[in-house]
T-cell receptor, first 114, second 112 residues
């Protein structure tokens, strides 16, 4: 089955700096890659997603890139703010296949210091 | 539009007991998935339901079961509880089987 590795497990940055979180996946059939943000005590919330027919997607201060050949994708947050502090999860799935469940990485705790 | 609703939010059980958790998806969403979240293992997939049928199942023992009703509401059951079952159980709904997931707040289960 799919295996998703996420790095780093913790990341501390100064307000205004950029943050990058990287994930690798094992199943070449995976074609859908969402990112979720989970604040302390809250539910995971979808912040951005990318499909395998696209190499990059941006939404204001966040962007995701996908390298299908290397089977890795990354989340980039620019001009970080204290409210960006949360656990971020990447995930992968082979949508349209018989086994389309989302497999999550173990998460990255991002701390943005004021 | 109301979000995904899970009940109960918190519960405490003892080893050997059983528990039933409930999930009401976003109105119009027909697919429901369940995940177990623990500090060490992250989000682990339990099951996925669509049109009252289990479409996918994760690598959990048979003590974990679920079902979906005709109104898309779902329940999961854990029998013969073990200490290691202590976790946050998250339900997520999606419009269709392969579309974006929207999570509920979760049911936090503590097994003593």
């Amino acid at each position: 089955g799919e295996n998703v590795e996420q790095h780093p497990s913790t990341l501390s940055v100064q307000e205004g700096d950029s943050a990058v979180i990287k994930c690798t996946y094992s199943d070449s059939a995976s074609n859908y890659f969402p990112w979720y943000k989970q604040e302390l005590g809250k539910r995971p919330q979808l912040i951005i997603d990318i499909r395998s027919n696209v190499g990059e997607k941006k939404d204001q201060r966040i962007a995701v890139t996908l390298n299908k050949t290397a089977k890795h994708f990354s989340l980039h947050i620019t001009e970080t703010q204290p409210e960006d502090s949360a656990v971020y999860f990447c995930a992968a799935s082979a949508q349209g296949g018989s086994n389309s469940k989302l497999t999550f990485g173990k998460g990255t705790l991002l701390t943005v210091n004021p | 539009k109301a979000g995904v609703t899970q009940t109960p939010r918190y519960l405490i059980k003892t080893r050997g007991q059983q528990v039933t958790l409930s999930c009401s998806p976003i109105s119009g969403h027909r697919s429901v998935s369940w995940y177990q979240q623990t500090p060490g293992q992250g989000l682990q997939f339990l099951f996925e339901y669509f049109s009252e049928t289990q479409r996918n199942k994760g690598n959990f023992p048979g003590r974990f079961s679920g079902r979906q009703f005709s109104n898309s509401r779902s329940e999961m059951n854990v029998s013969t509880l073990e200490l290691g079952d202590s976790a946050l159980y998250l339900c997520a709904s999606s419009l269709e089987l392969h579309s974006s997931l929207f999570f509920g707040e979760g049911s936090r289960l503590t097994v003593l």
